[in-house]
Nanobody
């Protein structure tokens, strides 16, 4: 069994910063990369960023230059540093990883950007 747990969501003002964290545990042998997605109210879940086992990163155009994903393979953790936050970044942020060909998702953490 694989557990994925996110933390760090909060209410932040526009222009502010926030750091999300995610840890995978359990039967995670052969885990392949980790990624963040988000889902805003009334919208479909969308890709935000991913990091591969080799440390390569990919970002959605909407967050490029503002968000930074980083990972620690030894600890099976990944973080998402979010700067210059905008109201449109408001969403539930989900972390996931692939183990044995199955994508395992966390429960999500709420990020609200509002004055």
């Amino acid at each position: 069994q694989v557990q994925v747990v996110e933390s760090g969501g909060d209410l932040v003002q526009p222009g502010g910063s926030l750091r999300l964290s995610c840890t995978a545990s359990g039967n995670i042998g052969g885990m392949i990369g980790m990624r963040w997605d988000r889902q805003a109210p009334g919208k479909e879940r969308e890709f935000v960023a991913l990091i591969t086992d080799g440390g390569s990163t990919v970002y959605a155009d909407s967050v490029k230059g503002r968000f930074t994903i980083s990972g620690d393979n030894a600890k099976s953790t990944v973080s998402l540093q979010m700067n210059s936050l905008k109201p449109e970044d408001t969403a539930v942020y989900y972390c996931s990883t692939v183990v044995g060909g199955i994508q395992h998702w966390g429960q999500g953490t709420q990020v609200t950007v509002s004055s």
